[in-house]
């Protein structure tokens, strides 16, 4: 399948994917070979001269760790709520034990800030 984007809509993804990428560290090279692609085609879709299946878009999306909206549309006017499910997402590809401490640091964190409101509402009274 075939995404049909405008000319504006297709540089906005070209300067994303060229920025989630330099972001992640990777090359053009690394990004092609990671997907299995030509080089080529990875300077044609940062070049705005061509642009990613459905499929392919998935796949860059998961690669760099972020979403296919995003990649598309950039952050404007996103649930904040997103990032929080791609890094959960990200979470439990972790091994039990590294879950584990990135649940402790949630839990902790949770508490403080209850502890805080509590401790707010009970000093201004």
Do not use: C
């Amino acid at each position: 399948m075939r995404l049909s984007l405008t000319p504006q809509q297709r540089m906005n993804l070209a300067t994303r994917l060229a920025q989630y990428r330099k972001q992640r560290g990777m090359t053009q090279a690394q990004l092609a070979d990671a997907l299995g692609l030509h080089i080529t085609q990875i300077k044609r879709y940062e070049g705005g001269s061509s642009q990613p299946s459905v499929d392919g878009l998935k796949k860059i999306a998961v690669l760099l760790h972020v979403s296919t909206d995003e990649l598309l549309f950039g952050e404007e006017g996103r649930d904040p709520g997103d990032k929080l499910r791609r890094h959960f997402a990200a979470v439990a590809n972790l091994p039990d034990a590294e879950q584990r401490t990135v649940i402790d640091v949630i839990e902790g964190l949770l508490l403080k800030h209850e502890a805080q409101r509590w401790r707010d509402a009970n000093t201004s009274s």
